[in-house]
């Protein structure tokens, strides 16, 4: 009985001695196959690539000339260029290669890649600085695949939210950058694209505002004359620089305090009045609203006051005088006119009401050199 259970014991030690090894190999096997299947599928899709959250990979500078003269497939000719240039060349599973024939002398990589990827109907991007991906260029892959880069186009010089918008709709029609958002509060431009692109959005910006400097500001001198009938009683002369599409002020003149509140008897006659002032003078409100070669558009608003001094008593146009309350002689009005360069120009010619003396504004506008 005894030998009998030491037999049966000894037999279950070898089925499990034997089982237990096969088990671990077929998880280690079974670990194995998903660990690989993950790597072959790339990182997850709820994570960003790495690409996508580093700078753009660039191949070394290579200065050894290529010179290649070889009919084959596009694969081998790739291969041959990569082993001339000491880097290594890898290819998309995807991608079936097709003949084709090369001249090269003595050009750089970088044009003896350009040549190949045209002829093979190819595009490449680096993976590290000393390799690069070879796949067929169609849309879908070029959207797989291509590197992407995120950059912040600051824009101090704008003063429009319009000329923001204006530059956005351009780089998505003409450059077709699709990933592109207006911060319209900071004047900033957000944009996701292949390093090719974000080149060319920042030559385009770059133009748009060298042809901002090259308009450049105005300066507009304004020439106010008083006449009476035919006589010029006097004349003033002021002048505004002027950027497009913002409004440039002149205030000349003095603020004169109006009474607007009356006084409290617990703090006194003088202590208790409230007052607000008014401006006084020549008030000149402008902005160039449209640009062109020779002529530009301007918005005015010209208002010119004067406190009306008060009559003697007893006169027959005396006006009630009250403390505090001064009168105020005012002429104002509001023009829009295209104006020729560098040429006077009448746009605003208006009657005093109160007297029989006539308002005169002639307007010469001066587009700003660089330099001035």
């Known amino acids: 009985m005894t030998r009998k259970i030491c037999y049966t014991l000894a037999l279950l ?36 690539q790495q690409s996508e959250m580093t700078p753009p990979v660039e191949l070394r500078r290579i200065s ?46 970088l044009d ?26 169609s849309l879908s892959k070029r959207r797989d695949l291509e590197q992407q880069v995120i950059k912040t186009f600051y824009l101090p010089n704008l003063t429009q939210p319009t000329d923001l918008q204006d530059i956005v709709n351009t780089m998505r029609a003409i450059l077709q950058v699709d990933r592109v958002q207006p911060l319209f ?8 694209g292949t390093p090719d692109q974000i080149a060319l959005s920042e030559k385009l910006i770059d133009d748009f505002d060298k042809a901002r400097k090259k308009l450049g500001e105005y300066r507009v001198e304004f020439k106010i004359s008083e006449l009476e009938g035919e006589k010029k009683l006097n004349s003033r002369l002021y002048s505004l620089r002027v ?7 002149l205030r000349a003149g003095s ?11 617990e703090k006194g006659a003088e202590k ?11 008030n000149i409100d402008c902005t160039v609203g449209s640009e ?16 009306t001094p008060r009559e003697k008593a007893g006169s027959d146009n005396a006006a009630p005088y009250i403390q505090g309350q001064p009168t105020i002689q005012q002429v104002k009005t509001e023009a829009r006119a295209t104006v020729e360069l560098g040429k006077p120009t009448i746009i605003i010619s208006s009657d005093d009401p109160s007297s029989n003396h006539t308002f005169q504004i002639e307007v010469t506008a001066t587009r700003v050199r660089e330099n001035e």
């Open 255 to 265: 603020r004169v305090p109006v009474q607007s509140g009356s006084a409290s008897p």
């Open 185 to 192: 509060s900071h004047n900033t431009i957000v944009v996701r």
């Open 292 to 307: 062109s070669e020779h002529t530009v558009g301007l918005s005015i608003s010209v208002e010119i006051s004067n406190v």
């Open 112 to 137: 003896a890649l350009k040549i190949v990827a045209f002829e093979a109907k190819t595009f490449w991007r680096p993976v590290t600085s000393s390799s690069i991906f070879v796949a067929a260029d």
């Open 13 to 48: 030690v070898g089925i499990l001695s034997t089982a237990m090894p096969l088990a671990w190999a077929q998880d280690s096997a079974e670990k194995s196959a998903t660990e690989k299947s993950t790597t072959e599928r790339g990182p997850s899709s709820i994570y960003p």
């Open 272 to 282: 208790g009045a409230e007052f607000q002032y008014l401006d006084v003078g020549q």
């Open 243 to 249: 950027e497009p599409h913002v409004t440039g002020r």
């Open 64 to 109: 050894v000339p290529i010179t290649l003269k070889l009919a084959a497939d596009s694969r081998a000719v790739y291969e041959a260029i990569g082993k001339q240039a000491g880097i290594s060349v890898l290819f998309d599973p995807d991608y079936t290669p097709r003949p084709i024939s090369v001249d090269l002398n003595d050009v750089s990589l």
